[in-house]
């Protein structure tokens, strides 16, 4: 019986581990299209803003700490700033910002993506028996030199948040790309 849970809680996680993996990969098409647009010179440079960023490694947070996104597997327009965990807006535009997480087995997670200090997005995910992950891609109307983050949810109970990451697998990703400028 414990080898058919085993082999159902593999499956499971391997199902998650695939969806993120697609939602990754089609995000990376994307910015590897722009890319060969820039290479092309087929629009301006000047006027591109696309980045991509990984937590590589597990991360434990405290109420309203930055995720401080550290691996960039995209970064065009200089918008993101690890050391800091924010994305400062350099073109007012229309921008897709995406996010995805995996916490820990048996540990709830809320993150939060916030503009200039205000709550956008809320993303939570109850504690599951397995590692689960979540994602959200929206579209915002921003302005030159905005800082747009991602922070843990302001709640003691989050103290010690852990998210999971290695160094292959990226679960915990950030991503914006500028659409058109305004």
Same mark, same amino acid.
Do not use: D, F
């Given at each position: 019986?414990?080898?058919?849970?085993l082999d159902n809680s593999q499956k499971e996680l391997l199902h998650v581990f695939r969806n993120v993996e697609m939602n990754n990969n089609k995000l990376n098409e994307k910015v590897r299209r722009l890319?060969?647009?820039?290479?092309?010179?087929?629009?301006?440079?000047?006027?591109?803003?696309?980045f991509t960023v990984v937590l590589d490694h597990e991360a434990t947070l405290?109420? %309203?700490?930055? @995720?401080?996104? #550290?691996?960039?597997l995209t970064k065009v327009g200089n918008a993101y700033d690890p050391r800091h965990?924010?994305?400062n807006i350099p073109i007012?535009?229309?921008y897709l910002v995406a996010v995805t997480s995996m916490n820990h087995n048996n540990e709830d997670m809320h993150i939060e993506l916030v503009r200039n200090d205000d709550l956008q997005e809320s993303l939570i995910m109850p504690a599951g028996k397995l590692l689960d992950s979540m994602?959200?891609?929206?579209v915002f109307s921003l302005e030159k030199s905005d %800082?747009?983050? @991602?922070?843990? #949810?302001?709640?003691?109970?989050?103290?010690?948040?852990?998210?999971?990451g290695t160094s292959i697998d990226f679960f915990n990703t950030f991503s914006a790309i500028l659409l058109f400028p305004l």
């Open positions: 019986m414990k080898l058919k849970e890319s060969i647009l820039v290479r092309r010179q087929c629009i301006p440079t000047s006027n591109i803003v696309a405290g109420p %309203l700490q930055v @995720v401080k996104y #550290n691996k960039i965990g924010h994305a007012k535009g229309i994602s959200q891609t929206l %800082l747009v983050w @991602v922070r843990v #949810n302001n709640h003691n109970s989050y103290n010690g948040h852990r998210l999971y």
